[in-house]
Structure formats: C-alpha cells, structure tokens
C-alpha cells in the first residue's frame, strides 16, 4: 500500500517510523475502514513524547484530521481517544477538546457519530495541587472518545459489541414482563423483552487500568526499553473495531504509541497500518507480536 519500507510487519499489518502526517499523505483516498487513534493531549504537564499547548491544539491538529478524512472510505469511522486538560497555573479546564470537536464537524465537514466517554476508575488524583492538596476539585477520570465519520452513515452494528446481561435483567428474561407504560413515558413491549444474546451497551466505557503483567510489560523489562508512558488498554480499541469494521478491514493508527490498535486489529484478523514517530515505543510494540497465547487463540478463532 505504501512505497516507503514498514519498520516491521506482521501477518495482517505494518508499522512505519516516522511522521505520521507525512506518511498519511503517501496513502490513496478512500483505503481505510477505520481510523482509531489516540493523539498527544493538550496537556499542561508534557509527556516525554512531547505534547501541544491546549491554545494552539486545534490548528496542530486540523491538518493531520483533513488526511484521515481523505484516508478513510465513504462508510468509514475516525476514532479519536481525547483526554481532557487542565489549564496551567489554575484550577480550570480547557475547553480543547470541545473545540476540536466542533471545529471537526464545523471545518472539516465530519459527522459526529456519536460521542462516547471512558471513565478510567484507577486514574490518579491529578494534579495534586488541586486533588489532593487544597482538595478543591475531584479526580479527573473521564477521557472523551469521538466516533466521526465522513457521511451520516458510517458502517456500524452494536451486535458485535453485546454486553452480557445484567442479573436482573437475566431474571426479567426468565420471568416474562408485562407491557406498561414507564413513568418516562416508553411503552416497553414484551419484543423488547426477548433475549437478543446480550445488552446493548452505552456510550461510557468503563475500562480499567493498563496491562500490569503482559509480556509487552515484561519483554521491555528484559530489553531494557521504558514501556510507552500513555497506552490505552486493548478493550478501547477493540470495541470500536468490533463496531465499525469487519474482517480483512483496514485500521489506521498514525499515532500507533506502543501499538495497541495494531495489536487489537491483529487479534480480530483486521489489516492495519501503524505510524509511530519514536523509535523506542516501535521497538517496544514489536514484543505485541511475539506472544504465543495470544497468536494462538487468534488463529484457533
Ligand atoms: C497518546 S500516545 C498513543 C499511545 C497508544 N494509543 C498506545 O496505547 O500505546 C501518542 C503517540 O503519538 C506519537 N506521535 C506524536 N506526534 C507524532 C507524529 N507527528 N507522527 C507519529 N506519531 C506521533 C507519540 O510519540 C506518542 O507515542
């Protein structure tokens, strides 16, 4: 697909080292089912990898959000993993993700699919100066998820991402219910009733921390790497792929990190593309493609 040499490859995808912006431009129109990613923050307190200021978050990024546009298909998804940021000096938010949003929708002509949140239990109470110190603000423990598309119709089927049901609901299957109108105003039928092998799930996500114990973890231990300071834990990635894309379906993830979209797409038998500019987190995320376990239940699937 592309000119340029991967970094590595594997049976369904590749991973490039270099600037993602410039290696998006080299890919043809319309060849991507998905995009999901999850970009630098705007944060006041820089990661080692480098983030933009929250004030100037938008125009960096509006350049990088008119390729994945270009990139994905008529029906295809960008998915764009965006954590909130507070503003430097005091305790106040930044409104930079909103801003994104609508600028993305507004600017660029994308459609907001829907808008998801992912509520981090195990996220620490930062910054300490308000959390924990003055004890003036609360833990910030939801990332927004942005799910646009390029038209109103993105292919998608919350079939492939059924939850199991609920105790109660088990009981209400087993039971039989009555029709009756709900104080809210629905009439809830016996067809809504019928067991559809699972519940439907909402729009929060809530995943817990990172991998603690995965061979990525400890392979980079033995290398002597730093695993990646920001990854996302495989469930993310994984749902949206589940939702929006079939097999074979190409996934991009041109901030690839530690490669986790690449690793989920892998798992799920999706093609995919990573763009990384570190070179270390590449290294690092090749160990996501030697696990035994993990390669053996997906070719047993
Ligand atoms: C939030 S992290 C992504 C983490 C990833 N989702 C994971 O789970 O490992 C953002 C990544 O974007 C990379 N990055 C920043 N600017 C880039 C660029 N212009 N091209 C490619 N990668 C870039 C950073 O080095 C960083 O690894």
């Known amino acids: 697909m592309l000119a340029c040499k991967p970094y590595y490859e594997t049976h369904l995808g590749r991973a490039y080292l270099g600037d993602c912006l410039r290696i ?13 990613t999850s970009p630098p923050f705007g944060l006041a307190f820089k990661k080692e990898y480098g983030n933009p200021d929250s004030d100037d978050y938008v125009e960096w990024f509006l350049p990088h959000a008119r390729e994945m546009k270009r990139l994905i298909k008529k029906d ?11 503003k430097k000096g005091n305790p106040t938010r930044s409104l930079y993700q909103f801003k994104l949003l609508l600028t993305l929708c507004e600017e660029v002509g994308l459609h ?9 239990p195990a996220a620490l109470p930062a910054p300490a100066e308000w959390v924990a110190v003055r004890r003036i ?7 927004c998820i942005w799910w646009l598309s390029k038209t109103e119709w993105p292919k998608a089927s ?21 029709s009756k109108l709900r104080p809210s105003g629905h009439f809830v039928t016996p067809k809504f009733m019928s067991d559809r092998g699972g519940a439907i799930p909402p729009n929060l996500l809530q995943v817990g921390g990172n991998e603690s114990n995965s061979h990525y973890l400890k ?8 695993p990646h300071p920001a990854r996302f834990p495989r469930e993310i990635p994984e749902f949206f792929i589940k939702l929006t894309t079939e097999e074979t379906d190409w996934v991009l993830d041109p901030f690839a990190g530690s490669n986790v979209t690449g690793e989920a797409a892998e798992f799920m038998n999706r093609r995919w593309i990573a763009i990384e500019i570190r070179k270390d987190y590449l290294e690092g995320s090749l160990f996501r493609f030697e696990e035994p376990e993990l390669f053996r239940s997906a070719s047993a699937r």
């Not at 907001?112 to 981090?120: H, I, P, T």
């Not at 609901?169 to 039971?175: A, C, P």
């Open 158 to 178: 919350n079939r492939n991402v059924l939850q199991p049901y609920s105790k109660d609901m088990i009981r209400l299957l087993q039971k039989g219910y009555r």
């Open 24 to 36: 998006m431009r080299q890919l043809p129109d319309d060849s991507v089912n998905l995009v999901m």
């Open 137 to 143: 603000r609360v833990k910030d423990s939801v990332n």
């Open 112 to 120: 907001l699919a829907q808008d998801f949140y992912w509520f981090r």
């Open 76 to 86: 295809g998804s960008i998915v764009i993993d965006i954590g909130g940021a507070w």
């Open 219 to 226: 392979a980079c231990g033995e290398a002597g790497l730093r």
